[in-house]
Nanobody, 116 residues
Framework: QVQLVESGGGLVQAGGSLRLSCAAS????????MGWYRQAPGKQRELVAA???????NYADSVKGRFTISRDNAKNTVYLQMTSLKPEDTAVYYC??????????WGQGTQVTVSS
């Protein structure tokens, strides 16, 4: 059974930085992609950043230049370094790991709150 544990969320002032971590454990033999999503109250969950096994990276336009996704393959861990945070970044952030087509596992979510 695969489990994803997120950490690093919290309260930060606008312009500040925060780093999220998501560590996966369990029956993992290969990972196709890892990503971060976020969901604010009343809004749909949206992709923030993703990285494939081949190293391709995709960011939402709203976070380009401010967020950086990275991974540690040896630890099955994905990170999201967030800088220049804005109040509109406030949301619950979820990590997702894709082990294959339609084989996804989600983290429990971590709250990120950016004060103005």
């Amino acid at each position: 059974q695969v489990q994803l544990v997120e950490s690093g969320g919290g309260l930060v002032q606008a312009g500040g930085s925060l780093r999220l971590s998501c560590a996966a454990s369990g029956s993992i033999f290969s990972i196709n992609a890892m990503g971060w999503y976020r969901q604010a109250p009343g809004k749909q969950r949206e992709l923030v950043a993703a990285i494939t096994s081949g190293g391709s990276i995709n960011y939402a336009d709203s976070v380009k230049g401010r967020f950086t996704i990275s991974r540690d393959n040896a630890k099955n861990t994905v990170y999201l370094q967030m800088t220049s945070l804005k109040p509109e970044d406030t949301a619950v952030y979820y990590c997702k790991i894709e082990l294959g087509p339609a084989i996804d596992y989600w983290g429990q979510g971590t709250q990120v709150t950016v004060s103005s």
